[in-house]
């Protein structure tokens, strides 16, 4: 992965129109519960991405570099992963209101997304885009290995690609402000770790809830019915989570030598495997 690269805003890859939602094979996932909760919170969470541009877009104001990006690239591509998976959860499983199941995702978890709860320097915020963006790119990587539905392979295929392009640009912006704010390895390192903790926390949590709450009306989500999907979450990690990639993307910014990168990499993939799969 290159260190650094253009803000310049190429075209891009792919758009909802290109993916054949006529030629979804039904059979093979319209009878997959997990399937349906997976791709419903995942279009919620994408769906709200107007809401964390313009958070951002607060933070990094004057940098127009990164606001052009912000604006031209990212919230577009964030809101099409959106729309993309709305439009694909629609056509298989059509009795469910997503509508109404994002509104009520919307009202539980706007009071998170506070712009006081970004980092406090810009390079710490870039850090923070970077574990998120890792985040991203792991599931849809790992919802790309055991998608049962060839269509859907296509789609999550494209959204990795992007939420891996994101990662390149917060990285290359994070290299900019690190020169400006010379944070310690050290406040790096715990950026990377409190959001490693607070990934898939209550957005996650959220969405399913929202997602079962419309899906069966009058039986309320409950804590078992989370771990329950957490245990069907972790099966699917333990053999496919591309643990290797994640470690990578997360550590790089750390700027560690060479020599320790390489030495720690391999335990580090380990405690990942130990950690999203228990
Ligand atoms: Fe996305
Ligand atoms: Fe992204």
């Known amino acids: 992965m290159p260190d650094s690269q253009t803000a310049s ?79 694909y959860v629609e056509t298989v499983w059509p009795a469910f209101d997503w509508q109404a199941a994002f509104d009520g995702f919307c009202a539980d978890y706007r009071p998170y997304c506070k712009t006081e709860l970004l980092e406090p320097t810009r390079a710490l915020e870039m850090v923070a885009r970077c574990v998120v963006e890792t985040g991203t790119s792991g599931l849809y990587g790992l919802l790309q290995q055991i998608s049962p539905e060839p269509v859907l392979t296509v789609l999550v295929s494209h959204i ?3 939420e891996v ?6 990285y290359h912006a994070f290299l900019r402000y690190r020169e400006l704010e010379r944070p310690s390895r050290w406040q790096v390192a715990r950026v990377i770790r409190q959001r490693l903790a607070e990934i898939g926390q209550e957005d996650a949590y959220l969405a399913l809830k929202n997602a079962y709450a419309v899906r069966n009306p009058g039986h309320p989500f409950s804590l078992d019915d989370f771990q329950r999907f957490q245990r ?33 990499l391999p335990l580090l993939v380990h405690r990942a495997r130990r950690v999203v799969a228990p």
Not at 36 to 63: I, K
Not at 243 to 263: F, S
């Open 165 to 170: 392009g994101h990662y390149k640009y917060f």
């Open 160 to 162: 990795r690609n992007d």
């Open 232 to 264: 069907i979450a972790g099966h699917w990690a333990r053999a496919h989570y591309p643990y290797e990639m994640t470690v990578k993307m997360l550590v790089k910014p750390l700027r560690l030598p060479g020599v320790v990168n390489r030495l720690a």
């Open 9 to 87: 805003v190429a075209p891009r890859a792919w758009s909802i129109e290109q993916i054949p939602f006529d030629r979804i094979e039904h059979e093979r996932i319209a009878g997959e519960d997990t399937w349906f909760y997976v791709l419903a919170a995942a279009s919620f969470v994408e769906s709200l991405a107007d809401l964390y541009t313009h958070n951002l877009l607060d933070h990094m104001a004057g940098d127009s570099e990164a606001s052009e990006w912000l604006r031209d690239r990212w919230e577009p591509e964030e809101l099409q992963h959106g729309r993309a998976l709305r439009r």
